[in-house]
């Protein structure tokens, strides 16, 4: 059973920095796809970002060139390092995590981020 556990969510200015933290367990981290996701009350889970085994990362045009996901595979984390945060990237941020050949997914329980001056 994979276990994720999201931190570092918090009140943050507008342009300033946050790096986000999931930190997993309970199965092979090299063996899982990892996405950020994040949702404002009453609106759908929006994906942010993904990064695969290897490091691949994508993201939507909404964070692009602004967020950037790094895993640290040694220690079983993946970051989420938001920079330049907008009023509008305030939301409860999600870590998921999907197994590769299985396809089976889980999920943390959130932690808000709140950009605000």
């Known amino acids: 059973q994979v276990q994720l556990v999201e931190s570092g969510g918090g009140l943050v200015q507008p342009g300033g920095s946050l790096r986000l933290s999931c930190t997993t367990s309970?199965?092979?981290?090299?063996?899982?796809?990892i996405r950020w996701y994040r949702q404002v009350a009453g609106k759908q889970r929006v994906l942010v970002g993904s990064?695969?085994?290897?490091?691949?990362?994508e993201y939507p045009e909404s964070v692009k060139g602004r967020f950037a996901i790094y895993r640290d595979n040694p220690r079983n984390i993946v970051y989420l390092h938001m920079n330049d945060p907008k009023e509008e990237d305030t939301a409860v941020y999600y870590c998921?995590?999907?197994?590769?050949?299985?396809?089976?997914?889980?999920w943390g329980h959130g932690t808000q981020v709140t950009v605000s001056s």
């Open positions: 998921n995590a999907r197994k590769i050949l299985s396809g089976e997914e889980h």
């Open positions: 309970g199965d092979n981290f090299a063996m899982l796809l």
């Open positions: 990064a695969t085994p290897s490091g691949f990362t």
